[in-house]
Structure formats: C-alpha cells, structure tokens
C-alpha cells in the first residue's frame, strides 16, 4: 500500500517483511564477533531488500534516530553516515540561500 493510503490502522511496519522473521537477525547479541556481525547484517539487508516498506523503515530509522540495527536496509553506522551528508548538505543549502538573498540585497 502506497505511503500516502497509509493511516492509524494500517501503520508502515504492519507491511513488513521482519515482522515474519526473527528479530535477532536485525540486532546484534552482546559481545558478536564482528565476521558473525557481518554477516548478520548482509543476512538482515537482504530481507530489507524484498520489503515493500524498505524506504519507510529507513526514514522512520533516521528521523527518530534509531541507534541500534539494521533498519530500512542500513546498519547504524551506515545511518549515521547518510544523516551526516543530510547535515552538510542542509548547511550548503542554507548557505547558498543566504548568499544569493545577500546578493539580491545588494543589487536591489
């Protein structure tokens, strides 16, 4: 069901696909070595992958933040990464649109 025709009663996470597979697999137990971590998560984003509320998942992850697992298809270091780029990027557009509302200023 497309975002925009979901609602209270049919939230985005009662379409997903983990909610059929063991939670574990998206968390990390305590003290995982890290091969078993990885290959963990790559088992995770393959189910992420056939979910048809991938995109959801991994905007509800970054927004809240989420700090731990995979979620939408990304592990947390990698949302940490993806939410760095949005900063930088939020801050060049604030800055582009300080700097030209500055030259229409000076030009008016």
Not at 68 to 96: C, H, I, S
């Amino acid at each position: 069901m497309p975002a925009r025709e979901r609602d209270q009663d049919n939230p985005w996470h009662s379409d997903a696909v983990c909610r059929r597979d063991e939670a574990g697999l998206f968390f990390a137990p305590s003290k995982e070595p890290t091969a078993a971590r990885l290959s963990r998560e790559e088992a995770a984003k393959r189910v992420c992958a056939r979910c048809p509320v991938m995109v959801e998942c991994r905007e509800h992850a970054l927004l809240q933040p989420e700090p731990y697992g995979v979620w939408g298809g990304l592990t947390a270091a990698e949302r940490r990464v993806v939410l760095a780029r949005r900063r930088r990027r939020d801050l060049e557009l604030q800055k582009a649109t300080r700097t030209a509302a500055g030259t229409i200023a000076a030009a008016g």
